[in-house]
């Protein structure tokens, strides 16, 4: 497996989607927040979401996700699908995304790379833990998050 990125630009500026359960029933989301690298020996992408998110209830439920990144041209249909909830309306119709199963997980055709990954672990991340300044910041009156470390096994 090889992907080469600036890793760093990856998450932050081009953004990607985060994408939970099965064809039959999934959710994603927008994320800006993430990582790779290695942990236990694996290629490792870290996700961190918070507890609040639908996504939420199927990275828990569920063994594998994906991390799919988008050309820019994608970035608007990113937006919705990072503003709006599965929970209230179906977000992935009114994205125009086309869904593609992969093993054990779905992403989308019009993604430029899907890493698809077998969740390795969940932890919360506490405020109490943190630095006060950034516990104010994201914390103060909102959800935690908690961090997902998956095995990157595929990249497509």
Partial sequence: ???????????????????????????TMTISWGGLGTLWNKPVATTYVRTSRYTHEFLDNNDYFTV?????????QLGVLGSKSGRDMDKIHDSGLTPKSVD?????????????????MRQRLEPSSMNPEIAKQFYEGEAEHDMYIGEVVEIL
């Fill in 1 to 27: 497996m090889e992907f080469n990125t600036d890793i760093f630009a990856q998450y932050n500026k081009k953004w990607a989607l985060l994408t939970a359960g099965d064809n039959d029933s999934f959710n």
């Fill in 104 to 120: 054990g997980s779905v992403t989308f055709e019009e993604a430029e790379v899907t890493l698809l990954c077998k969740k390795l």
């Fill in 68 to 76: 799919s990144f988008f050309p820019e041209e994608y970035k608007k």
